[in-house]
């Protein structure tokens, strides 16, 4: 049975158009890849029935998949509201990641306190390559702290993430994944069919493709 939350979290996405398909006009990504999609679950935080839902998701992702942290970290920038949000849900420090460090005063890469030794779960909005991800776990690793996870609303599920994450021996439990996205797409009819299969193909590879 497909996950309750997954298709719940893709419907609102696609209803606030958190995630815009569009197969005949491509969007051009930060990396240079056209996309016949685009995310950007910020969105989600101006509809608070969505966002309060995706806190709650959340929590129970990482009490499920994780068990309660010492410590809730977020990803910059993205992810920082949904984690602080997470954080005060389960009552506990929150501290976030920065690309890279600050270039001036303490030069900090993560904000906030944490301390060696403590348990950390790490929220992330989106994960496509999953590149960025992975320097936020790595950076809690060399500031001691063991990293239990991460969990994020949306994943494209490109292998070059999954071999990352594995890599990494970081585990990564997303709420919805563009497989469900997709279905709850063509269920609502926000595709054609033809559409759909051009959607398919693009998640094969991405950086070659073109429209």
């Known amino acids: 049975m497909e996950d309750e939350v997954a298709l719940k979290v893709a419907e609102f996405l696609l209803q606030i158009k958190a995630v815009k398909l569009?197969?005949?006009?491509?969007?051009t990504w930060a990396s240079g890849w056209k996309s016949p999609i685009y995310c950007d679950n910020r969105i989600?935080?101006?509809?608070?029935?969505?966002?309060?839902?995706?806190?709650?998701s959340l929590v129970k992702k990482i009490e499920q998949e994780f068990g309660i942290p010492d410590v809730v970290a977020a990803v910059a920038t993205a992810a920082i509201a949904q984690g602080a949000l997470v954080s005060e849900a389960l009552k506990l420090p929150f501290v976030y990641v920065r690309p890279?460090?600050?270039d001036h005063g303490m030069e900090n890469l993560i904000e906030g306190e944490v301390k060696a030794g403590q348990?950390?779960?790490?929220?992330?909005?989106?994960?496509?390559?999953?590149?960025?991800?992975?320097?936020?776990?790595?950076?809690?690793?060399?500031?001691?702290?063991?990293?239990?996870?991460?969990?994020?609303?949306?994943?494209?599920?490109?292998?070059?993430?999954?071999?990352?994450f594995e890599a990494a021996d970081c585990k990564l439990a997303p709420l919805c994944s563009y497989d469900t996205l997709l279905k709850?797409?063509?269920?609502?009819?926000?595709?054609?069919e033809s559409e759909l299969e051009v959607l398919k193909e693009w998640r094969i590879n991405p950086a070659g493709w073109k429209r």
């Open 22 to 27: 569009q197969p005949s006009q491509p969007f």
């Open 44 to 56: 989600t935080l101006s509809h608070p029935e969505i966002r309060n839902y995706i806190c709650r």
């Open 100 to 102: 890279k460090a600050k």
């Open 119 to 164: 348990s950390v779960v790490v929220i992330e909005d989106l994960v496509s390559t999953g590149q960025s991800s992975i320097k936020a776990v790595q950076a809690l690793r060399d500031a001691g702290c063991i990293v239990k996870g991460m969990v994020c609303i949306f994943t494209y599920g490109f292998k070059t993430a999954e071999d990352s």
């Open 184 to 192: 709850k797409a063509a269920e609502k009819n926000y595709v054609k």
